[in-house]
Each structure stands twice: as C-alpha cells, then as structure tokens.
C-alpha cells in the first residue's frame, strides 16, 4: 500500500504545531518539519486539547509598533529568537 507523501512540504513552525495539533486528534503524520512527510489517510479524529504557538509574523509586527510609537507595553508568551 502506498503512503501519500507531500515533497517539499512547509516546514514553517506553524506548520509543525498544525501537525502536533492532528496527531494528538489521532492522525498518522511522519517527518513533519522537514521538506517529505508520510501521511495516512484516517476517517476519524477525535478531540483534542493543544495551545497554539503565537504567530511569528503578528509578534513582529506588535514589537515593531511598539518601537515606533516608542510606547511602554508588555507582551507574554513570546519567543523571539534572531539568528
């Protein structure tokens, strides 16, 4: 039997919590965050608790304002990392 297979697939962090989030649902997912993930297909998925990353872009972007606006505020929860 042949496993769909996505090449060149994101591998963006979005991404890779997406694929957390369907796996703890019950989904069969390998190799996500890296360019080839195997995939089985299922019928069902069941609930599941999981908190969602902040987004990288919207972090940016609050951070960014604060600057030019040169305004005291406080963000939580977020991980910034400049490499």
Known sequence: M?????VGAACEPE??????????????IKGHGTPKSALK????????????IPDRIECGYLH???RH?????????IQISIT
Do not use: F, S, W, Y
């Open 15 to 28: 991404v890779v919590d997406c694929a957390e989030l369907l796996i703890k649902m019950g989904a069969k």
């Open 41 to 52: 297909a299922l019928t069902n998925l069941t609930g599941a608790q999981h908190r969602i």
């Open 64 to 66: 960014d304002g604060r």
């Open 69 to 77: 606006h040169q305004r005291r505020t406080r963000t939580k929860n």
């Open 2 to 6: 042949v496993k769909p297979c996505l």
